[in-house]
């Protein structure tokens, strides 16, 4: 009789908790899907640029809404939000007629190398993606249907970006890192490896030339040869000079976290909180000496670094 009672009482105590708690507690604890994703694939831009890219917006089942946000210099960066259930459900209406093509299609403005538009809308399992051509370009053409249908769809999606707000940045848990040129073994260049001064004049778009060459003077003995940087300006500079003065101005890759390697790699975002504060829109200096550009985008929930 008393175990009954106990557990009559437990029953009891979880019954208040769960009418005291909202739903969105629980819903945390599963695995978020996406609902709506909308993104820009295609146009003329390169290769690293559009691996990189980050979804306009992207609405999950739990409520969350991620929305880009600052794109400039080295870190992406997505806004984060979140809406009730039945604004959720309200969004998933509203996009549901949005993406309804017109009778005519969507029509196709008279410019070139844009990217389009494309949104995926998940319903019961169910996923439609609709794509539209360079959205936000006016049509050279009288089709209303057309217009009107770029214009209803131009105006869903700032609504939902507009839900994630503009304050709380989305803090991920993993960044890819997406190099200027495929990295081997850290270096970009294998030869020079062992040579960070030379390195690093070869990461700037200059080329090594003997110091005989540069000084027309004769070949000095192994231990006074030295070499020089050919810059992409014309100038001449001692290798290791350039590199002492100039290296100083790139961001210092984190000694405890292993050098990018390849097209992309993954990374903790946890060492890099405080450096991404001040990182800009200045060069890495990688532990080799090799200094170049990186894009670190955050990886998204669902999301597989490296593998999209």
């Known amino acids: 009789m008393r175990k009954l009672l106990i557990a009559g009482s437990v029953l009891s ?40 890219r980050l979804p306009d917006v992207v609405l999950y089942s739990d409520g969350r809404v991620l929305a880009q946000g600052n794109q400039s ?17 309200l969004e998933v209406s509203a996009f549901t007629k949005a993406t309804k093509a017109p009778l005519g299609g969507w029509g196709t403005p008279s410019v070139s190398d844009l990217p389009s538009t494309e949104v995926s809308l998940t319903q019961s399992g169910k ?31 700032a609504k939902l970006i507009s839900l994630a707000g503009k304050t709380k940045i989305y803090a991920p848990s993993n960044y890819e890192v997406w190099p200027s040129w495929p990295l081997s073994n850290g270096t970009g260049q294998g030869s020079n490896g062992s040579n960070p001064a030379a390195l690093f004049c070869l990461s700037q778009n200059g080329t090594l030339v003997a110091g005989k060459v540069v000084l027309d003077t004769p070949t000095p003995s192994p231990e006074l040869s030295t070499e020089y940087c050919n810059l992409p300006d014309g100038s001449f500079v001692d290798e290791w000079s350039y590199f002492y003065q100039t290296s100083k101005t790139g961001v ?20 890099f909180v405080t450096l991404l504060q001040s990182a800009g829109v200045k060069q890495w200096l990688l532990p080799t000496g090799s200094m170049i550009d990186l894009i670190l985008r955050p990886v998204l929930p669902g999301e597989v670094a490296c593998q999209r």
């Not at 769960?18 to 993104?39: G, N, Q």
């Not at 000694?255 to 990018?260: E, L, Q």
Request: proline residues 6%.
């Open 13 to 52: 105590i979880f019954v208040m908790a769960a009418a005291v708690w909202p739903t969105s507690v629980f819903a945390t604890e599963a695995k978020a899907s996406i609902v709506i994703r909308v993104e820009h694939v295609g146009g003329f831009v390169g290769p690293n640029f559009s691996s990189a």
């Open 73 to 89: 210099g080295s870190v992406r960066q997505l806004f984060q939000g979140s809406v009730s259930k039945s604004i959720l459900q």
């Open 127 to 157: 996923k439609s993606v609709v794509d539209v051509y360079a959205l936000g370009f006016p049509l050279n053409s009288s089709d209303l249907a057309a217009i009107t249908a770029r214009k209803n769809l131009t105006q869903t999606i």
């Open 252 to 271: 210092v890759w984190p000694s405890n976290v292993a050098a990018p390697i390849g097209i992309c790699s993954s990374v903790a975002a946890k060492p």
